[in-house]
């Protein structure tokens, strides 16, 4: 299967900005999705890149470099309520464009 | 529209026991999939379904059988529960190729004993 790497967890302070990376392998590569999930609930989805670039949407941006197998998610203003676990995953055309998750990164917003 | 339901929402099993989960959907889409969820391991997919009447394997396959008898449900079953099948289980569906988002069921909590 193909490797999703994250950081386990993070913690950031109440107003403050993180960014939480992301790579994956480059190889039959399609795009590039984030979900958001807090405990006990369902994923949620947050944004789809699949061109290299920004995209922004309210207070969440997303990042993605292809040749570098590398994207991130930028999170502006945290509140509590940010406080949840942040999902990578990608798609590869060989995989009939199944979800390969990482494994999550626990984000943890502090006042 | 209700999205993605699953059903139960919590049930435990005795090993050896068998059970099945159900998903349904009302928004008409193609796919469906089966995940579970564990502390450290992620989603990991078990089973997926690209139409009614198809089913293939996904990551972590054994130990479960799927049915899609109807575009809007998709049916996993556990003919003999065992203690390694603890686990959250999500189901998730998306159009064809009009869309990537998968949206997921709120999940079923399973514990094997």
Known sequence: ?111 | NAGVTQTPKFRVLKTGQSMTLLCAQDMNHEYMYWYRQDPGMGLRLIHYSVGEGTTAKGEVPDGYNVSRLKKQNFLLGLESAAPSQTSVYFCASRPGTSGNEQFFGPGTRLTVL
Request: aromatic residues 12%; hydrophobic residues 30%.
């Open chain 1, 1 to 111: 299967g193909q490797n999703i790497d994250q950081p386990t967890e993070m913690t950031a302070t109440e107003g403050a900005i993180v960014q939480i990376n992301c790579t994956y392998q480059t190889s039959g590569f399609n795009g590039l999705f984030w979900y958001q999930q807090h405990a006990g609930e369902a994923p949620t989805f947050l944004s789809y890149n699949v061109l290299d670039g920004l995209e922004e949407k309210g207070r969440f941006s997303s990042f993605l470099s292809r040749s570098k197998g590398y994207s991130y998610l930028l999170l502006k203003e945290l509140q509590m309520k940010d406080s949840a676990s942040y999902l990578c995953a990608d798609t590869h055309r060989a995989g009939s464009y199944q979800l390969t998750f990482g494994k999550g990164t626990k984000l943890s917003v502090i006042p």
